[in-house]
């Protein structure tokens, strides 16, 4: 079995300030990670992913997470917030066995203020 | 490269009526697949395709939900009747099945609003 929590619901930062969300994961495999991004009335969108390589995972605009199975974390950073950063996060797992479906985590709302 | 494509984009039904939502993926995807976004949470699978067969219907409440596949490009979710719980966005996604976790892209999805 497989599962994600976000630790933060609703994260607001101030516009130039770090992004940090929050993810643990549980998974009975070897996990495959993401984080995907939704704006509001646009479809989800990968920012990163992670699949063995790399712990340190670089994704579009300026986000990048980290894999750290001792702790089984991903959580997803930014060094400087922008405005249009401002939409709904979700940090997802797969098994990279069995079916490999994706299981989202309940996602993390960043509000960017100016 | 045109992306997933869904119809309508929003729907509004009186309980106990029937729904239908189209999905159109990405050319040569052969792996579709449809979600259930209940406001507040996260996307869940309600079924996965891999071209016209069902790989995964695990979560799909079978006695009012149904989907097909029937040429293996165009899809369709039907729900019939409609509970006022099943107001969510659907979402329809589509990935190659040429690496180990592939990655799924994203149709803008349906609102389905159930009065």
């Known amino acids: 079995a497989q599962s994600v929590t976000q630790l933060d619901s609703h994260v607001s930062v101030s516009e130039g300030t770090p992004v940090l969300l929050r993810c643990n994961y549980s998974s009975s495999y070897s996990p495959s990670l993401f984080w995907y991004v939704q704006h509001p009335n646009k479809g989800l969108q990968l920012l990163l992913k992670?699949?063995?390589?790399?712990?340190l995972v670089k994704g579009i605009n300026g986000f990048e997470a980290e894999f750290k199975k001792s702790e089984t974390s991903f959580h997803l950073t930014k060094p400087s917030a922008h405005m249009s950063d401002a939409a709904e996060y979700f940090c997802?797992?797969?098994?990279?066995?069995?079916?490999?479906?994706?299981?989202f985590g309940s996602g993390t709302r960043l509000q960017v203020q100016p | 490269e045109a992306g997933v494509a869904q119809s309508p984009r929003y729907k509004i039904i009186e309980k106990r009526q029937s729904v239908a939502f189209w999905c159109n993926p990405i050319s040569g995807h052969a792996t579709l697949y449809w979600y259930q976004q209940i406001l507040g949470q996260g996307p869940k699978l309600l079924i996965q395709f891999q071209n016209n067969g069902v790989v995964d219907d695990s979560q799909l409440p079978k006695d009012r939900f149904s989907a097909e596949r029937l040429k293996g490009v165009d899809s369709t979710l039907k729900i019939q009747p409609a509970k006022l719980e099943d107001s969510a966005v659907y979402l329809c996604?589509?990935?190659?099945?040429?690496?180990?976790?592939?990655?799924?892209?994203f149709g803008p999805g349906t609102r389905l609003t159930v009065l």
């Open positions: 996604a589509s990935s190659l099945q040429t690496s180990e976790v592939p990655e799924q892209f």
């Open positions: 997802v797992v797969s098994d990279r066995a069995g079916r490999r479906a994706l299981t």
């Open positions: 992670y699949t063995s390589a790399a712990t």
